[in-house]
Nanobody
Framework: QVQLVESGGGLVQPGGSLRLSCAASTTIFRLYAMGWYRQQPGKQRELVARATSGGITNYADSVKGRFTISRDNAKNTVYLQMNSLKPEDTAVYYC?????????WGQGTQVTVSS
């Protein structure tokens, strides 16, 4: 059973930073673009950042310039550095391969931005 395990979330004040990590229990990770997604209360899950296996990155307009996605293929791990956090970034964050048929979703990691 493939597992995706997200970590690094927490409570942070507006303007603060967090670094999320996602470890995959499979080397299939290395073949695909990886994405960080988030789901805010009452909303659908959305893609916020993705990185190809070669390191090309793309970001949602809402996080561009504040979030940075990176990956370590040797460790089957993808990261999301989040700076200048805003209350509207509050969500559960997930990672998954960026593909038509995705892996089973992990439990995600809660990020709460509040003063």
């Amino acid at each position: 059973q493939v597992q995706l395990v997200e970590s690094g979330g927490g409570l942070v004040q507006p303007g603060g930073s967090l670094r999320l990590s996602c470890a995959a229990s499979t080397t299939i990770f290395r073949l695909y673009a990886m994405g960080w997604y988030r789901q805010q209360p009452g909303k659908q899950r959305e893609l916020v950042a993705r990185a190809t296996s070669g390191g090309i990155t793309n970001y949602a307009d809402s996080v561009k310039g504040r979030f940075t996605i990176s990956r370590d293929n040797a460790k089957n791990t993808v990261y999301l550095q989040m700076n200048s956090l805003k209350p509207e970034d509050t969500a559960v964050y997930y990672c998954n391969i960026f593909a038509r048929h995705q892996l089973p979703w992990g439990q995600g990691t809660q990020v709460t931005v509040s003063s």
